[in-house]
């Protein structure tokens, strides 16, 4: 009787011991998956790109009829480019030249006027006596940037002057200051109605050292 009861207390203890034990590994079989007749979930994933092949063939597409069309707006808008450049070549009122622009006469006074001087002509050894005796004065023109003081058969050394050639006559027309010995004229900033005349004997090419 001993025995029995000894064993029936041991089974008592041991029962719901068993029965935590069973419902929690039955708890931990339970698939994860709301759907138990799917499929592994990498299947499940190759299954919906494939679902959305057709989405994107459609897509792709789509995306070569845009570009189909701005190929087409891009035609339609170079041809209309070369129609605009056809209609500036009809114009022949202004000459142009390919890589050098060509100046009109009251272009080439304008530049050479802001730059100090204006371009007479070729020099004529026979008419025109341009060099004169020496006279004890002297003069500070503005040539570009660069100032100069001159008097009678002096030589000065320029930046290449524009639209001129050797043996022109020149008219340096900024005059910045007249003196002599007894007397100073100073411009604001140029002395008006003076001019001084220059002649080109050459152009040269100098290298400097640096």
Excluded at 170 to 176: E, M, Q, R, S
């Amino acid at each position: 009787m001993a025995s029995r009861r000894c064993l029936r207390a041991l089974t008592q203890k041991t029962t719901p011991f068993l029965f935590r034990n069973a419902s929690s590994l039955r708890s931990l079989t339970v698939p994860p998956f709301p759907n138990a007749n799917a499929s592994s979930p990498v299947f499940t994933v190759r299954a919906s790109v494939f679902a959305q092949w057709p989405h994107l063939r459609y897509f792709s597409s789509e995306k070569k009829d845009d570009h189909s069309d701005e190929d087409d707006d891009g035609d339609e808008d170079y041809d209309d480019e070369e129609e605009d450049y056809v209609d500036d070549d009809d114009d022949d009122d202004v000459p142009v030249s390919r890589g050098k622009k060509v100046y009109t006469a009251e272009e080439k006074e304008a530049e050479a006027a802001a730059i100090g001087y204006r371009v007479v002509g070729p020099l004529q050894k026979d008419e025109d006596s341009v060099f004169k005796p020496y006279e004890p004065v002297f003069a500070v023109v503005q040539i570009g940037s660069h100032q100069f003081k001159v008097s009678n058969r002096d030589s000065i050394f320029t930046e290449r002057l524009k639209f001129c050639e050797v043996n022109d006559k020149l008219i340096l027309n900024k005059v910045l200051l007249l003196g002599s010995a007894s007397q100073t004229i100073i411009g604001r900033p140029i002395v008006p109605d003076a001019a001084v005349h220059a002649v080109v004997e050459e152009h040269v090419s100098v290298e400097l050292p640096i």
